[in-house]
């Protein structure tokens, strides 16, 4: 259903639509419409009329001074009380006019106007029934038959007394002989009470305040409770407005036409919604929350409620003035905007009018910093969380709507004050979205603004600090060296001890040179630090370069990092400040507190990895660079164990080596190589596979010569195969050799011949030259075969391709897998497919599922894993 503007179906009178109005039009004043002076729709009686809807109240109050005036019967004194719905002063204009029209003379009497020095009420009262002073008179009231004289000889006469209570205080202060003239004016007042009863078709109409908030003094108590006694001898009550009129009295002054029977569909529709998102309020159904509705319209019944309850308990809040002041700028605010009814929520506090008005009634100017701090300014809380909730709801303004709804309830004469989550919801209802984004936006705010306070189970604003403000205070004096401190800790947690590490290293020398796996941790990306610390050991040469592997920040990711840390700290500060007693907390932000610092170590165990996460490898011209990336959510892996698994994945750490590698890679074209050699190369050559030990290349070479592959030996003066199809005893020696499996035959072949006693015809000697390098290494061959020299032509031939695809890039991959039932190594799979997609650009997965079956549903769900991953699945039909 679309719904139509409110305005469109309430129509607001043309002053409040056009913005014609001043804040002046809805302060009625009685004083002014006898002088005839103010706003046209108090003075114009048929204006007046078209603009008051008439209470059951004001409709008993005009009938009873009919009668007394026209006929001479009924209650001769009348007192309003006003302890709701306020309609004080209106009614008491609404008396005048038709007193006007009845042919009676009003007298009018407003405590507010009179200074006490110059002006007796006995005399004004006098004066403005035969516009001269002569039967009263004097400093001293006149008495009960002066008065009734006055009365018989002007009748039908209308006396209304407005604000007396602030005329007796003035006269307090006025001395008349003994006395003073307050105590003239209460016998006055008594006196005329007597004197209207006594005459009829005179009829007196007083309002003495309601509650003891509005006195002024202890002796303001003491006139107002005697000048009780007086009335309440023989007065009678009346409340202009009771609380279910209030809705009708709003709608009919500032709107002059409704559409009923829209306002319906509008309704039905909201209290659907509401009744779904259980938002209804406590105490009621949806059908009772609907009839409310019905009457509110087109405001949300908790407008009202929040306005006449909340506000209307505040001293300066006049209800039904207030109230109606307060609309018509809301009202004004959303002419032109498409919203189908109005709700707290739509209170702009952007706009100065309205934040005036309201701050006015609070009476703390300290608000106008909370609003800005807080709701308004661009770089508000409430401004920042709109934007949190994401583009789909950035233009709905959540947390602007939720934070002003709070505001709205945030005050209250008595101790009521504050929104639940239900209420914030309810307030901010909107068919457009769900309720629980609300929710959502509330949680941002609590964690966003500076001023908003938690209490019970409520949110409220208030000029003090919340601890959120207090943290953001302590964050700014948070230096360089605190944040180090815990950036060094959170780092020491996450370590395992896979590697020998050096954490922030000042000097190239601080990092031993030695055969052990080393991890470097700097705390910036310093490309010619880790140059130097490559290269350099002190002041000499650095021999074990390929055993340094650095870890740096990520630099983008520094400072959110820093300010997480910047908050935790502050967080635990303000956590001691509350545990020493100088900092005074409620039980609810000591549980913020809590929560927030086992919140952010948590986030800070994830953030260390996140900043720390370069990992970088020596190669021969420079170094490798790696990003481990962010690590999921969950996963509780130390830095160091990523680490040793990304460099083993990328093939940079062999904590395992192939014989199969030494026999073709570093055997090819060559008799025989030095183990210690071969082992310290990979510790010495940057670019080389790094081994997480020497016992890597112990069991490569032990198995390698079990298999038969190689053989190993020794160099003394002559070369000798000590081990091949056996098992070997490893030592790494200076003179241990890896000898080619054919060469070691030879090799043994001949020994046994010298231990037969036969000739040898080609001596085997030792030349140390070949020592320097393993790819200079060379020796003196016996005579072989033709069938051994086939056979070592094939293995040359195959280890020439294998070196070839070890040293050289290859440019595109296919290999079809066959996976049978129950298989292994699927892990290995994934991380196979994870390094192929990271060095090709498309890389293509052809799945094949035959002699079986799944559900239609199952396959269904395949697809839509595929497609929530971003995986482009083509779909083949045989």
Known sequence: MVMKPFYQIAIPHDDIKEGKFTLDTFAADLWSVYQNRGPEEYRNPELFWERTYETNGLKNLLEIARKRLIDGVGDAIIQLQTPFGGGKTHSLIALYHKAREWNAKVVVLDGTVFDAKETKLWEEMEKQLTNKVEITK????????????????????????????EYMVKASGVKVGETTLADQTLAFIHELTEAVKATDKVILVMTLPSSILEHYSEKAEEYFQKLQKIAGRSQRVF??????????????????????????????EIVKYLDKENLIPEGLNAYQYKQKFLKSYPFQPEVIDVLYHRWGSLPKFQRTRGVLRLLSLVIYTLMGKEIPFIRLADFDLSVKDIRDELIDIIGESRYYSVIDADITSQNSGAKKVDKMLGESYENYKIGTKASTVIFMYSFSGSHTKGATTKEIKLSCADLRYSSSIVGEAILHLENNLLYLHKKNGKYFFSTKPNIRKLVIDEMSNIGDEEIKDIEAKLLKHQLKKLFNTYLWPEKSKDIPDNEKLKLVILRE????????????????????????????????????????????L??????????????????DEKEEIRNNIKRLEEDLKQKIVELYRIVITPKKDGYDEIDLGIRPIGVKKTIDEIIHEKLKEENKLLEKMDPRVIELKYLNGKDYIFTKLLYESHLKTPGMSMLKDKSVIVSAIQQG????????????????????????????????????????????????????????????IYDEKVSNKIIQTETTTPSISIEETKER???EKESETIEESIDKNINSIHLQLTLEPGIGGLREIISILKLLTSRFKKVTLDIKAEEGSISQIEYENILETFRQSNIIAKEKHS
Request: proline content about 2%; hydrophobic content about 30%.
């Open 138 to 165: 004097g400093d001293t009231s006149p008495g009960k038959a002066k008065i009734m004289k006055l009365l018989e000889e002007n009748k039908p006469v209308m006396i209304l007394v407005d604000e007396l209570l």
């Open 793 to 795: 032509d094939k293995k």
């Open 570 to 587: 502050a967080w635990n500060k303000i956590y001691n400040r509350a545990k020493k007693g100088s900092l005074e907390v409620t039980s």
């Open 239 to 268: 409340t202009p407005v009771q609380e279910d009129e209030v809705t009708d009295v709003i709608r009919r002054r500032l709107f002059k036409r409704v559409d009923e029977d829209e306002i319906k569909n509008i309704v039905d």
């Open 525 to 568: 990306h310093d490309k010619d630090k880790i140059l130097q610390i490559i290269q350099s050991y002190g002041d000499g040469e650095r021999v074990y370069k390929n055993t340094l592997i650095f870890l740096v920040p990520r630099e983008s990711e520094r400072t959110t990092f820093n300010r997480l840390v910047r908050e935790y």
């Open 705 to 764: 010569v079990e298999e038969g592959r190689f053989g190993l030996g020794y160099i003394n003066e002559e070369i000798c195969c000590k081990y091949l199809g056996e098992k070997a005893k490893v030592t790494l020696d200076d003179n241990e050799i890896i000898i080619r499996k054919d060469f070691c035959e030879i090799l043994k072949d001949k020994e046994k011949e010298r231990e037969s006693g036969k000739q040898y015809t080609q001596e085997v």
